[in-house]
């Protein structure tokens, strides 16, 4: 449950300023177990070759929204024209700005899903991994992904499908009031298609693997996923939703 909105999976009201966002404890907590999860998950690349075909960013102007320190954002600036990330967890944008330093148009800003600091009409791609978008509650963020996107642009939201694969019920044991059925219903009547993807993580000892099971999971869940993984490696799937801004429109 990466970087779960509690607002949001209980049914608040969406928060609006930096200074209310409520703790995503797994990075912020820990970052550097956070990082060695970030470079396990994904293995097989099916899940970047997903985002890159629904939502191409060659020569784009990319926006990542909850970016964390800052780790996919080196990867968009491959091939985007420019790359902000924004983050409202001041040592994480610091990592993130440290992380960027030194790539052309790349940069950081402090700044929530439901107030991007940033102008009408700047983006081509808006980007949202496993952050802050997990359906009802989350209306702010998606108003705000549409007034900074172009027209034609596109707002692409990867979460965990806590449907699937063993990752999936141990995300719901560890979060029972979150709801992915209702959530996949609130994309769908948004105007988002959806792309589900099955990838690996793949970690390269069991103590790194453990490390990540407890910082995603409740104690109880976290040592019985640890006992049920014998190897190194987990099947996990995604949902990608993808939506994009009518072309032509006229702003008022």
Avoid: K
């Amino acid at each position: 449950m990466t970087r779960f909105r509690r607002d949001s999976v209980d049914g608040r009201a969406p928060l609006r300023s930096v200074s209310d966002v409520v703790e995503s404890p797994n990075i912020w907590r820990w970052p550097d177990v956070y990082e060695r999860e970030n470079e396990a998950q994904d293995a097989t690349g099916a899940l970047w070759d997903t985002v890159a075909a629904l939502a191409p960013h060659d020569g784009a102007d990319v926006v990542d929204v909850g970016c964390g320190d800052g780790y996919h954002l080196p990867r968009f600036a491959e091939r985007a024209r420019s790359v902000v990330g924004v983050e409202p967890h001041a040592p994480l944008v610091a990592r993130a700005r440290e992380r960027v330093a030194g790539l052309d148009a790349s940069r950081v800003e402090r700044g929530s899903a439901a107030a991007l600091p940033l102008p009408d009409d700047s983006a081509d791609v808006v980007h949202a991994r496993t952050a802050y978008f997990f359906g009802p509650g989350c209306e702010p963020g998606l108003a705000e992904a549409s007034r900074v996107l172009r027209p034609g642009g596109v707002l692409v939201i990867v979460d965990l499908d806590a449907t699937r694969h063993s990752y999936g019920a141990w995300m719901r044991a560890s979060a029972p009031r979150y709801d992915p059925a209702a959530a996949e219903r609130f994309f769908a009547r948004a105007g988002f298609a959806v792309r589900r993807v099955d990838t690996q993580w793949r970690f390269p000892d069991r103590a790194t693997l453990a490390d990540v099971l407890r910082i995603e999971f409740t104690p109880a869940v976290a040592a019985r996923a640890i006992g049920d993984t014998p190897g190194l490696s987990l099947s996990v799937a995604y949902r990608v939703h993808v939506r994009r801004e009518p072309a032509g429109l006229v702003r008022p």
